[in-house]
């Protein structure tokens, strides 16, 4: 296991903005792997919101094109989710996942992070 872990959830309100960063050991190169974001609420299934090819191919769920995008510095082993225009559908345990061989919103991640909250308020 490698971890990765997640940081800047927080409670926003709808309309509002927020960045969400992931971070692992320098061990690990982020460089060298598909990275995403996963989300899920309490009784739905966990969803792909947004990957990152190593080659730089991006993907974005229906719901947030548009709003969301994703990003990296290789260097600093960092991933990011900006997250514009939240709507109350975006609450959810947002997770950090990474994969050596295969990349999109549908894949079953080699890694994963432990998750860090979003809440949308009206």
């Known amino acids: 296991q490698v971890p990765l872990v997640e940081s800047g959830g927080d409670s926003v309100q709808a309309g509002g903005s927020l960045t969400l960063s992931c971070a692992a050991a320098?061990?690990?190169?982020?460089?060298?792997?598909?990275m995403a974001w996963f989300r899920q609420t309490p009784g739905k299934e966990r969803e792909g919101v947004a990957s990152?090819?190593?080659?730089?191919?991006?993907n974005y769920a229906d719901s947030v094109k548009g709003r969301f995008s994703i990003s990296r510095d290789n260097v600093k082993n960092t991933v990011y989710l900006q997250m514009n225009s939240l709507k109350l559908e975006d609450t959810a345990m947002y997770y950090c996942?990474?994969?050596?061989?295969?990349?999109?919103?549908?894949?079953?991640?080699?890694?994963w992070g432990k998750g860090t909250l979003v809440t949308i308020s009206s």
């Open positions: 996942a990474a994969d050596s061989v295969f990349c999109g919103l549908r894949i079953k991640p080699d890694y």
């Open positions: 320098s061990g690990f190169s982020f460089g060298d792997h598909c």
């Open positions: 990152s090819n190593s080659d730089g191919t991006m």
